[in-house]
């Protein structure tokens, strides 16, 4: 009996170290597997699912096979690393820039430059399709081994109710912006929350937007290649820092609280009408999905980062409405069993159909991608306003191809770790504030010179 | 008066060891010593060789190089730049006095005062207690709330008894002034409960004879704690002290779920894993090696130091 026991509790030991790897893929129905596993952001799959049923429609000998979760990032990175081709999915999502790079060095991704010279539908390449300033981040060595996936719009949301009610208008300029705060003020509200407790309150891409907005495209661009100290001294860049002290320092405009709220606690307050704008981005509705559903009369909408100069152009006297958007990757892994039925639901993916369906299922956000569609009128006011900002904005990606960069040794906003927004707010007054931006521009330009020299 | 207990290679019962069991009891001894070799000896020696290399962006193909003292330069160049690094280590250092000094003797009166059951000394035992089975996730979440500036009761009491505006109380974990003071009260209010346990626990195994002993001769009650008590608990209390030499290098988590790092509340070991975030291995493999050459002897210190303060009681 003894020796039973002790033969069983072997057996038990070994069954559990082996049965983590006996999950195959067993079911069989004579169809291909395309297998994704995804990413599942604050948005949701629905857009996924839909994608995937489409395709399966038009590919009737394929099923997709998805697999979601908000970890995956890791599960991915494990999968890639451990290399057992049955575990590793055909399409796989990522958001860390740091990952890529090193599955690329380690040939764990496949390179599919070909499929960005392949057509997606009416003649049109998929190079064409995407958009340029979205490519850059996901092109190393001179080759492509990914796709941008999302986009994201950022830049201010309004209570769009508040504003009808009061006859606010939309601000195009920061003149205008801090006037309208003046005006929001005398109705007894508080014209913006902040999330000053985490993220830098969400304003280091409004930032990035007023820079780039103000610098003008060849200047920005000049800026994110990063090549010498002396990027960190353009005008822009201080003009930005102001704007900040100007609003997180001014305790007028700025919901009290706002220093310690994260970004959920600002967004709230923002819901219950207790201030009219925040600085946010387009996963904005999605996020907080379920609190709304609390206030069935609030309706907000977003605008871009308003133009620093009067005029609403850049230095050159361009138009010109900036966006910051965001990137994240999709891939296919060089051990994926169906790599050219990936490719082709890649590129499935990017016909205006699919663009399309991506924007209504995440409730107006889009994809790096040329869109045809203008009215989308179907959409919720916030979406609308966001697809606005989209097609009228010019949407970058901040990132830099500078090894430094890459490395992590070097960011775009240097002084005080980075945490320049919070440096600023802990200003004891406007004043402080405005020679705190000053003092922060010459402290970059000091770290960058040791980084990157003349 | 002592019982020894007699270890023989043999089953409980008395059975001799067979040949079986002893295929069995290597089997069973593999695993964990598989598991040490792949996880710890691989994962440190590999950590060792990765502080001297890192990935060359310049290279036409992103390629590794070896880069030698380059990692450790680049902590001096960070520790010059910003004020993170150096606030860092202040913060992970500030845990040895709030560990040692102020919590231990808290635990220390808390658990004596437990075993001298005073009136309602089973409540509290499990209110002492409650914090410690909770996670700490969940905890903090209760902790960040008692100080939130909409919902917190903090506030709301300091508003609304004491009478202050809003715009006068701080915003307690991002203002630089209290953020950190605050995670060291979390330290106390999170960790006490167990130490309290682990003391009374150890209290209740002092012989009552001793204590009785005492007692006739007219030991009062401080130094019936100070001399008595802590002596024969000291194995307890000085695996605390050393627990609470550790916490300067490995706290992490309390930092990362009350305030990310905000207000300047990062301890030595949470900077690291930000940067492993980063994404920045190589650099991140450097920085734990220089915190094992100061951590290693510190620990070895406290460790010969506690074993100086009492000799071990006999009892």
């Not at chain 1, 291909?32 to 000998?61: M, N, Q, R, Y």
């Not at chain 1, 769009?160 to 705060?181: A, D, I, R």
């Not at chain 1, 509200?189 to 902040?194: F, G, H, K, L, N």
Request: with cysteine; net charge negative; charged share 20%.
């Amino acid at each position: 009996m003894k020796k039973f026991v002790k033969i069983l509790c072997l057996a038990l030991a070994f069954l559990m170290m082996f049965s983590l790897g006996a999950c195959g893929n067993r079911e069989d129905d004579g169809k291909i597997k395309l297998k994704i596993s995804f990413f599942k952001a604050g948005f949701g799959d629905e857009w996924l699912v839909k994608t995937a049923e489409a395709f399966e429609d038009s590919h009737p000998d394929v099923k997709v096979v998805l697999e979601g979760h908000a970890n995956m990032e890791q599960l991915v990175k494990n999968r890639l690393e451990a290399g057992n081709a049955d575990k590793i999915a055909d399409i796989v999502s990522i958001t860390n820039m740091t990952f890529y790079h090193d599955y690329i060095r380690k040939g764990y991704l496949e390179d599919i430059s070909d499929l960005y010279e392949m057509e997606v539908e009416n003649g049109k390449k998929f190079i064409d399709v995407v958009l340029p300033q979205f490519t850059d981040y996901v092109k190393v060595n001179d080759k492509y081994y990914g796709i941008p996936w999302e986009g994201a719009v950022t830049g201010f949301a309004y209570n769009k109710k508040m504003f009808e009610q009061y006859g606010w208008e939309v601000p195009t300029t920061m003149k205008e912006f801090f006037e309208l705060c003046d005006e929001i003020k005398s109705e007894g509200i508080a014209p913006i929350v902040y999330c000053g407790g985490i993220a830098e309150g969400y304003f280091q891409n409004i930032m990035l937007s007023w820079m780039f907005q103000y610098e003008g495209i060849e200047s920005g661009e000049e800026f994110f290649a990063l090549e010498s100290a002396d990027v960190f001294k353009k005008e822009g860049r201080k003009l930005a820092y102001e704007q900040v002290a100007k609003i997180v320092c001014n305790k007028d405009i700025v919901l009290s609280g706002s220093k310690g709220f994260d970004h959920l606690a600002a967004q709230r307050e923002f819901i219950q009408g207790n201030a009219a704008m925040i600085p946010t981005g387009s996963w904005l509705q999605t996020e907080m999905s379920e609190f709304l559903e609390g206030f069935p009369n609030f309706e907000m909408a977003m605008f871009a980062a308003p133009a620093i100069n009067d005029d609403g152009k850049d230095k050159n006297g361009n138009d010109l409405t900036v966006s910051v958007g965001n990137g994240d990757i999709l891939a296919i892994p060089s051990k994926a069993a169906n790599k050219e039925l990936a490719k082709e639901f890649l590129l499935f993916m990017s016909t205006q159909e699919m663009l399309n369906l991506y924007v209504e299922k995440t409730g107006g956000n889009p994809r790096p991608y040329v869109y045809e569609k203008t009215d989308w009128s179907n959409l919720s006011a916030f979406g609308e306003s966001v697809m606005e900002i989209w097609n009228s904005a010019y949407n970058i990606f901040p990132y830099s191809n500078n090894p430094l960069y890459l490395s992590g040794d070097i960011g775009f906003w240097l002084a005080e770790a980075g945490q320049c927004v919070t440096y600023l707010q802990n200003s004891s007054s406007l004043t402080e504030g405005i020679s705190r931006a000053s003092l922060l521009v010459n402290k970059d330009y000091e770290l960058a010179l040791d980084k990157l020299g003349k | 008066m002592k019982e020894k207990v007699k270890h023989t290679l043999s089953t409980p019962s008395g059975d001799k060891l067979w040949k079986g069991d002893k295929i069995f009891i290597v089997l069973m001894i593999a695993i964990p010593m598989l598991h040490f070799a792949l996880f710890t000896l691989y994962v440190n020696f590999d950590s060792f060789i990765m502080a001297f290399q890192d990935v060359d962006y310049t290279a036409e193909v992103n390629t590794l190089k070896w880069v030698g003292l380059d990692n450790f330069k680049k902590f001096f160049t960070e520790w010059g730049e910003n004020d993170l690094w150096m606030r860092a280590v202040i913060n992970s250092f500030g845990y040895l006095p709030v560990t040692v000094c102020v919590m231990l003797p808290l635990s220390i009166f808390a658990g004596y005062f437990l075993y001298r059951k005073i009136p309602l000394s089973g409540l509290y035992k499990i209110l002492f207690f409650l914090p410690s089975i909770i996670s700490i996730v969940v905890l903090a979440i209760v902790f960040r709330n008692m100080f939130d500036a909409s919902i917190g009761p903090i506030n709301w009491i300091l508003e609304n008894i004491f009478k202050m505006s809003k715009d006068d109380i701080p915003n307690w974990l991002v203002d630089e002034k209290y953020a950190m003071w605050i995670l060291y009260l979390y330290a106390i209010w999170a960790g006490i409960g167990y130490n309290v346990v682990l003391l009374f626990g150890a209290m209740t195994r002092v012989p009552t004879e001793v204590i009785e002993s005492g007692r006739l001769d007219g030991v009062g009650i401080f130094r019936e704690m100070f001399q008595i008590f802590v002596p024969i608990i000291w194995p307890t209390v000085s695996t605390m002290i050393i627990f609470g030499v550790t916490t300067i290098f490995t706290q992490y988590i309390h930092p990362m779920v009350l305030t990310s790092g905000n207000g300047k509340t990062y301890t030595i070991a949470y900077l690291i894993i930000s940067k492993v975030n980063q994404g920045r291995l190589y650099y991140s493999a450097a920085l734990g090696i220089m915190l094992i050459v100061i951590a290693l002897p510190m620990i070895e210190f406290t460790k010969w130091l506690t074993g100086k303060i009492y000799d071990t009681v006999e009892t």
